[in-house]
């Protein structure tokens, strides 16, 4: 990748913005802080135990640049943004990490080099697997672009999974586009931190504790239910997939065009991704029609005050007939809708209840029990929903096409440890134009971009939807 200009500043002294205590045990412990969750943990813990980075990226197509003022302002929006965090340990033992806002405004980055037409995705990979992101230093987020051979342009915006999820970090990128930008957080640290980290410590044993009874609760209440389906052993993910580096692909679809399809099917928008995703399983021969599918299928909990970073749960569904490419869209509508309603009646596997002990336990120790199963989703379908026309516009500037994705960087190819399994999707709409990335992850099945790219273009014609792949 070539050797961009930098255009940006660094940020001091930004207005205070912490919130106010809430009560008398926060006059005790210090003012209320925003600490790693639950649904951090996952993203914390590949970064101690693998050395990984979580990464996601907002990818925008131009037709034509837009202004160096409008992206100089999208840039300083986001680092008044929430993405634009600093991550603060605790010297106390199980105490969690915390959050301030993060002092440092990243430079702008913008490559001097076009990029050529048909190789905007892979100059966005290269991006999304290299941007040096580092929670703990205060760079979270990195935006950057590049103009095309055709005179239009491109624009990555990378930030970290552990700092926000993708409904969280899409909003923060529409918000900049929109001209707004704010952070609850101050980015100072906050008064009396080491009592507030010593009561965390003490909060986090009570958690734990209560987190073990609710699993032995979770699972004595499932020894009624019949178990998934057995799905066969395939061969470690080092044999799968040497290179740690599959292939990637960007679909865009008319937004009434797929929704028409999903109806006449006797589905919806999102079971409509989930059978196409699940069918790039069968016609690679992943897993043939009869063999169990585990497609897990993320849900946003995300309230209107939530601060956190992640704020998402999820569901697992099993196909084993299913899917059909052209066929009947009714028995993946109707598991999925089981799921979700199982989900909000709180029915959650025993594992996640002990997702409070899993900070207190050795490193090694996880790793070891998370590796021991079989767990992982074949595939996943992560549908991030509409987001409003605003994101798609840069200072008047329309973008022809925006998309969303993410990966792990730093995976070592000789380990069996791998960011996903099959394949994993990332779905979007914005305007008329409904967008989703598919990142392959088993190399032996999809060798390279031209066969993900031909394996799904003839699941998408199966379907009758016309499309566009970046």
Known sequence: MPHPRRAGRRRHGRPDRERRPAGALDSIVGLIMTRLAPEDFTYWFVRRAFRWSVV????????RPPSHDALMAVNARLAASPLNRRLITSPFPFSRPRWV???MEPDLLLDETTV?????????????????????????????????????FVLSLTTLHLVADGKATVSAAADALGGRGADALSVRPQAHAGAADAGDSIRQIVAAAHGVVRATISTMRRDSTPPPPMRAPRPPMNVRAPAAAGPWAIVSVDVDVWRKVAEEHGGTSNSLFVAVISGLLRTSGYAPLGEPIKVGVP??????????????????????????AGGDLG??????????????????????????LMWLLPTSLIVKAVSSGSGMPDAVASNLGAFTPELSELGGVPASGVAFR?????????????????????????????????????????????????????????????????
């Open 116 to 152: 050529e037409s048909d190789a905007v995705e892979r100059w966005a990979a290269r991006e999304m697997y290299s941007a040096p992101l580092d929670p703990e230093n205060g760079t979270s987020w990195r935006l950057r672009g590049a103009p095309t051979v055709d005179g239009g």
């Open 331 to 356: 028995p993946i509508r109707r598991k999925c809708k089981a799921a979700f309603t199982a989900l909000a009646a709180g029915r959650r596997p025993a594992m996640i209840h002990l997702l409070p």
């Open 56 to 63: 996601l990226q907002v990818l925008w197509r131009f037709d």
């Open 101 to 103: 806002h993060s002092e």
């Open 299 to 324: 849900v946003s909990s995300r309230t209107a005050d939530d601060e956190g970073g992640n704020a998402t749960a999820g569901v697992s569904v099993y196909l084993i007939d299913e899917p059909a």
């Open 406 to 470: 993410g990966i792990a960087q730093g995976v070592d190819p000789s380990q069996p440890y791998r960011f996903g399994e099959g394949v994993q999707s990332w779905l979007l709409e914005v305007g008329d134009q409904l967008t989703f990335s598919v990142a392959a992850f088993d190399e032996s099945r999809f060798g390279d971009r031209p066969e993900l790219h031909r394996l799904l273009t003839a699941e998408l014609a199966a379907w009758g939807l016309p499309h566009r792949i970046w």
